[in-house]
């Protein structure tokens, strides 16, 4: 095992997780490159189950470097969440790694969403309501926020304030919902912040580093590949690409240096 890219080749739920828990044991190094918090792994380590949202699987082995690149769409609570709970049954979180470069996750995200999906009505794409879609929407639109701004106190406030700027006035004369309030969520955002600083870096040129040290390094796709937003089964699709080209776009890591992808395919398609 060198660089290995695990996808999953149909809609999901092919049973991926099993065979990412099987190789992580073997890996120095786990990374997840797209997707969100919607997009979770089940795993099984001595009879207790996991359910792993953000948080690479690699988080269950000791000594294993857990990477979140800078294509995942972060959610700083769930990952909290995640890391909180880990830590309650005694695993060591200090090996997780934030890519300064992914894009945050706020509750405009989520609330958005949520009334996007009730506007389309029977039209519905069927989304987990975890913000995904609209933080990646952000990012293109150039004004997203990223984990580098999230941690800067000063930057936080002012792309906040800006972003807010606009997501009430879409609240109000288009959803009909309450504004959003500035104070409480930078009061919450900056908590998460103080929290996660130390994890954050430069993940990509870790990984350049960590491949040319020779290190067995294990990508794991989130979704699956009749999901991806091009080429998969659209519009009832996720909003990035969970495919092999996907992982090297989303950790920063050239085609060249992936060794080998690993297809999971179901008996059948439910």
Same mark, same amino acid.
């Given at each position: ?7 999953? *080749? ?72 995640? %890391? ?33 999906? /009730? ?63 500035? /104070? ?9 912040? /103080? ?7 430069? *993940? ?21 590949? %009749? ?10 699709? *996720? ?30 398609? *439910?």
């Amino acid at each position: 095992m060198a660089s290995v890219v695990i996808l999953g *080749t149909q809609w999901g739920d092919e049973g991926k997780g099993k065979i990412v828990d099987y190789l992580a044991q073997q890996a120095e190094v786990v990374v997840r490159s797209q997707g969100g918090s919607n997009a979770g792994h089940t795993v099984v380590v001595d009879g207790v189950e996991y359910k792993l949202r953000l948080m690479p699987s690699g988080i269950l082995f000791k000594g294993t470097l857990n990477v979140v690149g800078n294509g995942v769409a972060f959610n700083p609570k769930v990952m909290l969440q995640e %890391m909180d709970g880990m830590i309650e049954k005694g695993i060591d979180v200090s090996g997780i790694r934030i890519s300064n470069r992914a894009h945050v996750v706020m509750p405009y995200h989520c609330e958005m969403d949520v009334c996007l999906e /009730e506007m389309k009505g029977a039209n519905k794409v069927g989304t987990t309501k975890n913000g995904i879609g609209p933080c990646y929407v952000d990012r293109d639109n150039r004004i997203g926020i990223r984990v580098c701004d999230f941690i800067d106190k000063e930057e936080f406030a002012k792309r906040l304030k800006e972003n807010l700027a606009i997501k009430n006035k879409l609240m109000a004369g288009v959803f009909g919902k309450e504004p959003f309030d500035y /104070e409480a969520i930078l009061k919450e955002y900056e908590g998460y912040a /103080e929290r996660l600083r130390p994890y954050v870096c430069d *993940t990509i040129a870790l990984l350049h580093d960590e491949i040319r040290a020779g290190k067995k390094i294990l990508f794991e796709g989130a979704q699956a590949t %009749m999901l991806d937003i091009d080429y998969g089964t659209y519009p009832y699709v *996720t909003s990035s690409h969970p495919v092999s080209g996907g992982v090297c776009v989303g950790a920063g890591v050239a085609p060249r240096d992936i060794d080998k992808v690993v297809g999971v395919v179901k008996a059948y398609c *439910t």
